[in-house]
């Protein structure tokens, strides 16, 4: 199983004696699991088992599951008793607020009795509907992780691209400042020369500052794990549930390039540390998306 995005939406329903009924789950980004579920109040134990059922199947992210319900067939209504009772108390009093006698016949009674008329729902029991609501809300789940696998894929496929940027953006840097200890050499014969010193490379003192300044902008170490955090997040990425140990190697990165960047002297070392810096934040942006 690849890397999983944490943004997707299922839908499945099902259909009860009576009754027919949607589940819909939706989920988006969020660092840890946080799962939600509205369903009827005549199942208050629907909201335990469906997180239940959710939480097997996903690890991280927002996750917001519905189940409505609907009557089976348009047909199967009933008359609401109180609330045709409820009208004719209320036309009676405004018919003697106007000095009006209510003739309350067969025909009124059948007209407030019509618009009164409503889906007759009846759910059964929570316990005997269980295992036919866990199907419907598995098969919604299994919709909504083949969405997050689709987008998945094209996130790992997008930061795969930009970490192989990145790779090439290292090897400039290295190659940029192994030019660096013999461009600060000729400038600084060149510096004593104008300034009337006869030193040459093979002065003590000279050899000493040459040193100094070839340790202080070394970035092999630092090329070395960025190369090695490069090898670990491409395959990181081709495994599940990868979205944590990706955030830490993207910061270990922007660390050791900020590394780099205090130690750069070539002004194509630190051009391309503001390049990678950028690149770091793209695919931190998108490293949030994923599982």
Known sequence: ????????????????????????????????LQVSVFGPEAWPALESAASGWIRTRLQRGKVTARITQA??????????????????????????RCGLKLNADGELLLRLAESSRRPSVVLPDFAEAEAAVRSA????????????????????????????????????????????????????????????????????????????????????????????HIDQFSTELALPNCGRKLDFLIQELLREVNTIGSKASEIATTKLVLE??????????????LE
């Open 137 to 228: 809300f598995e098969e919604a789940l299994g919709h909504l992780v083949a969405m997050r696998l689709s987008e998945g894929a094209a996130l790992s496929k997008d930061l795969q691209e930009r970490i192989a940027k990145m790779a090439t953006m290292f090897v400039g840097m290295e190659l940029a400042e192994k030019v660096a200890p013999v461009r600060h050499r000729d400038a600084m014969l060149k510096r004593l020369k104008d300034a009337g010193f006869s030193l040459d490379v093979s002065d003590e003192r000279v050899l000493k500052e040459l040193a100094l300044f070839a340790d202080r902008s070394d970035i092999t170490e630092e090329v070395v794990r960025l190369k090695s």
């Open 276 to 289: 990678a810096k950028t690149e770091i934040e793209r695919i931190r942006e998108q490293v949030q998306n």
């Open 1 to 32: 199983m690849a890397a999983s995005s944490m943004t997707g939406f299922g839908r499945a329903e099902i259909n009860l004696p009576g009754v027919r009924l949607s589940v819909e789950i939706a989920s988006v980004n969020q660092k840890n």
């Open 71 to 96: 009557a089976a067939s348009a047909t199967q209504r009933h008359w609401d008793h109180e609330a045709v009772a409820g009208s004719l108390d209320e036309l009676s009093k405004l018919a003697a």
